[in-house]
């Protein structure tokens, strides 16, 4: 689940992937190409079983929760099928890759 800025409140979405392979998405702001690894993917399945992104452009960066409430990632991109998610536990761990970027200054 997670509130996006331009979806509102997602629930029903699934983890389709533990672990997905480095995703090259494009960032339309800066008109280049960003590659993300450590991600995670999730889904919502339409009438015919089809899956379908449950975010849309612009609700990167929301935090993702569990059924429970529980924090488990960052909402960092989409595509048609799937929406991606940096997992926290990722995010802050020390060999982390996302290291260099920090939450304060």
Known sequence: QFRGANSGPVTGAVIYKITVDPKTLFNESTQSNYVLKELFSI???DETGAAKSPSRGGDSGSLIVDVHGYPIGVLVGGDANFSYGIKL????????????????K
């Open 43 to 45: 889904t919502k399945f």
């Open 89 to 104: 536990s990722n995010l802050f761990a020390d060999h982390s890759i996302y290291k260099e970027f920090s939450l304060s």
